[in-house]
């Protein structure tokens, strides 16, 4: 198996649309219950920083993210790895480019949100740092505080 090619906003709206649809089953609530995926993948591919994992030409890992300058926030909308390339280390390494990134660009904190349910998902950010700043409903929120780098 070829190892894991890593770029950056270079998939198309229908490739992470692809991508999302093949890690449907791999998220603890399919997502195609909580957004349209194509809607989605486009404002992914329009407005967000995308960390993306290839291999074989194949989009096997996601993270991407929105930053806002004004506010020097950022938020991870979507970290996703296939089955095939999970239990390797990907996930964490696009999540630590996400991360290193939205620093270059100026982000104080990073946030993002979580299913309370998902164990593995809440690890996994505790794990690189993000620690709970609240609840909606059974949504975990998450933040991670950053040292601007340029």
């Known amino acids: 198996m070829q190892r894991m090619i890593i770029r950056q906003n270079s998939a198309t709206a229908e490739e992470i649309a692809s991508h999302l649809r093949a890690c449907d089953d791999v998220f603890v609530r399919a997502l195609e219950q909580r957004v349209e995926i194509v809607a989605y993948a486009d404002k992914i591919a329009r407005l967000a920083h995308c960390i993306e994992g290839w ?49 270059t660009l100026g982000a104080t904190e990073i946030r993002l949100e979580v299913e309370e349910s998902n164990q593995v998902a809440r690890y996994f950010y505790l794990k690189h740092a993000f620690i709970q700043s609240g609840m909606s409903g059974n949504i975990l929120q998450m933040i991670r505080h950053c040292e601007t780098r340029t």
């Not at 194949?58 to 806002?68: D, H, I, P, S």
């Not at 239990?87 to 991360?99: D, K, M, P, T, Y």
Request: proline residues 0%; hydrophobic residues 50%.
């Open 55 to 103: 291999r074989d030409e194949r989009l096997v890992g996601l993270v991407a993210a929105y930053f806002n300058a004004q506010t020097r926030i950022a938020f991870i909308t979507n970290v996703s790895v296939l089955a095939e390339a999970q239990g390797v280390g990907s996930g964490g390494i696009l999540l630590e480019q996400c991360i290193a990134k939205m620093q």
